[in-house]
């Protein structure tokens, strides 16, 4: 069986969601509650369309203590207390699977709340996201810091997710950007968010995205993901904030040519940090080349052309007009509709990317697979079999054992 075919198996052989919705005594125009359940539930055909019907038949609903937990934290959100979106996010970052479970309800009364928001101001996003990335040491975490401190100074209410890594070995993380940005950490309307990797490929976590909608929530409406390094962590974040920055250093030499094309292509702005003292003259001739790479490249927005230009954290040089470029950016992509189907785009992907890992671990736990995994392991390192030989056979034995359709 091909692995597509697996895939496709694994999804139809899950029961029919009207059969799902059955089993809980649910028929068609019928209503459910229960306890931090939202309002709505309705079938439309034979689609059962409320996030409700799914919330029931996929976990139990909450006892008293965990709905006044679940009102406390949401009560605190909605008005702006720090304290409660930092334990709000502690709760989504959760491996506990009944806390997981809670941390979905209040999801979803966030995203509620927010679309009640959206729609009160015509359908304009609460917040602008933005990730930031670059190789260590281009000042990332200066700039953040500068660029906060301007954006609490003109009002907004500024929230940093930064995503540390953490070591294979111990699970640990440095923690360090909180740590860095001492100034903005202190501002009463910004808020820093550290979060370990936890061995994820690229940095970025399903919790990231899910922070962003607190974040959102709690009334920030200017959202800045930090990731890690240079590689997939870019394209991670590049699906889930409105636009991405790509910070350079000025004098990083051929190491950057590695970065010129894949990461460059999904940059909606590149900055040149360090643009100051004796670091001006090569600052400029980065910014040259920078320019003349992007004109290389096929335009991905109709409203925007990829730009480059350089700041200095330390002289707040260029940071003004950065900003401006952005508020550009934001305003035509609201204008033309990109970011609203930007963001959509971005919803679908990170679902199908959730599928994907929830499959795998499905089938990594799986007994039939447990029981033979050893073995292939064991001839695919000898060199017996080829690893996508042992990946067949692995996913015949766990195929077999699935109802058939």
Known sequence: M?????VIRCLTSLPNPRT??????????????????????????????????????HMQGPSEPEKRLLDKLYDGLIRGQRASLAESITLVETQHPRKKELAQILLQRVLAYRREQEKSSGGKP?????GLSGPPGAGKSSFIEVVGKMLTGRGHKVSVLAVDPSSCTTGGSLMGDKTRMTELSRDMNAFIRPSPTSGTLGGVTRTTNEAIVLCEGAGYDIVLVETVGVGQSEFAVADMVDMFVLLIPPAGGDELQGIKRGIIEVADLVVVTKSDGDLV??????QAEYTSALKLLRKKSKSWYPKVVRVSSQTGEGVSELWAKMESFCAGALASGELQHRRRAQQKVWMWSLIQESVLRHFQSHPAVQRELPHFEDQVTRGAISPGLAADLLLKAFSSTLPSS
Do not use: D, N
């Open 2 to 6: 091909g692995r597509s075919s697996f």
């Open 126 to 130: 609460s917040a602008f996201r933005v």
């Open 20 to 57: 799902l919705c059955r089993r809980q005594g649910l028929l068609a125009g019928h209503r459910i509650h229960h306890p931090g359940a939202l309002p709505g539930l309705h079938w439309r055909g034979r689609r059962c369309v409320s996030v409700e019907a799914a919330l029931s038949q």
């Open 281 to 286: 003259v090569p600052a400029r001739r980065i």
